[in-house]
C-alpha cells in the first residue's frame, strides 16, 4: 500500500483529492496539509510515501517544502500540482526535487498512475509540460559534437561521450535515436545515460534538460524560424 499526504491550502480540493485516492485499494491517504509547512511537520510524523503538493500555498509554498523534504526525508517522493502549469513552476518543483508536476486538471487516471509511478522511483511529467518545457529552454539543435564552451560547462569527469550524449538528450532525442545518431547501442546509450545522471547529480531527462540549459550546453530562447 502506497501511503500519501495530502497538501494544498484549498479544503475542497484536499477532500477531492483524498476521495480520489482513498476508495483505491492501493493507496492509505495518511494526512492532509493546508500549507507547506504543515506538510514538512506532517511528512516527519507521518512517513508518508508521497506527499500531493500543491505549488502555491501559504506559510511555506510547495517548491520551499519541496526542497525541504527532498534535503531532510529523501524517502519520500513529491508529487507537485498546479493550477498554474507555467513553465518557471515546472523548472523550480523539478530543481527542488520533486519527483513529478502535474497540472490539477489531469484525470483520476492520470493522477492515480502519476503516484504509482513517483512511489516506484520515476519521474512524471505530464506530456504537454514536458513538451513546453523542452520547447522553452531547447529552441535550436545542439551540434552533434560538443564545444569548447560545452566542455567548460560539463563536469570535470564527464566523458567526451558522455557530453556528446547530453547535448543530444537535451535536445528531445530518445534513446533509439540518439543511438543512430551516434552509431552506437541502444544498451550502450542507457549505460551512459545512467553515468551522466550520477555526474550531473540529476534524476532524470527533465532535470538532465533543466541542467543542460543552465550550463549553456545548450542555446535557449533563440527561435527555430
Not at 9 to 36: K, N
Not at 134 to 151: I, M
Amino acid at each position: 500500500m502506497i501511503r500519501v499526504l495530502i497538501a494544498d491550502d484549498q479544503p475542497l480540493v484536499r477532500r477531492g483529492l483524498a476521495l480520489i485516492l482513498g476508495p483505491d485499494p492501493e493507496f492509505e491517504v495518511v494526512g492532509e496539509a493546508e500549507d507547506g509547512a504543515r506538510a514538512v511537520a506532517l511528512a516527519r510524523e507521518l512517513r508518508p510515501d508521497v506527499v500531493v503538493m500543491d505549488i502555491r500555498m501559504p506559510v511555506l509554498d510547495g517548491v520551499a517544502a519541496t526542497a525541504e523534504l527532498a534535503k531532510t526525508l529523501p524517502d519520500v517522493r513529491v508529487l507537485a500540482l498546479s493550477t498554474f502549469d507555467m513553465d518557471e513552476y515546472v523548472v523550480a518543483a523539478l530543481r527542488a526535487g520533486a519527483y513529478g508536476f502535474l497540472p490539477k486538471d489531469v484525470s483520476p487516471e492520470e493522477l492515480g498512475a502519476a503516484v504509482r509511478t513517483v512511489h516506484g522511483g520515476e519521474a512524471v511529467v505530464a506530456p504537454r509540460l514536458l513538451t513546453r518545457l523542452l520547447t522553452a529552454y531547447v529552441r535550436t539543435p545542439a551540434p552533434a559534437r560538443p564545444s569548447a564552451a560545452a566542455a567548460a560547462a560539463a563536469p570535470p569527469d564527464m566523458t567526451r561521450r558522455e557530453r556528446e550524449i547530453w547535448q543530444l538528450l537535451a535536445t528531445g532525442l530518445d534513446n533509439a535515436e540518439i543511438a543512430a545518431e551516434l552509431d552506437i547501442s541502444v544498451s550502450t546509450v542507457k549505460n551512459h545515460i545512467t553515468g551522466i545522471f550520477g555526474k550531473l547529480g540529476v534524476r532524470d531527462r527533465a532535470q538532465a534538460v533543466i541542467a543542460a540549459y543552465e550550463s549553456g550546453l545548450v542555446e535557449a530562447g533563440c527561435g527555430s524560424g
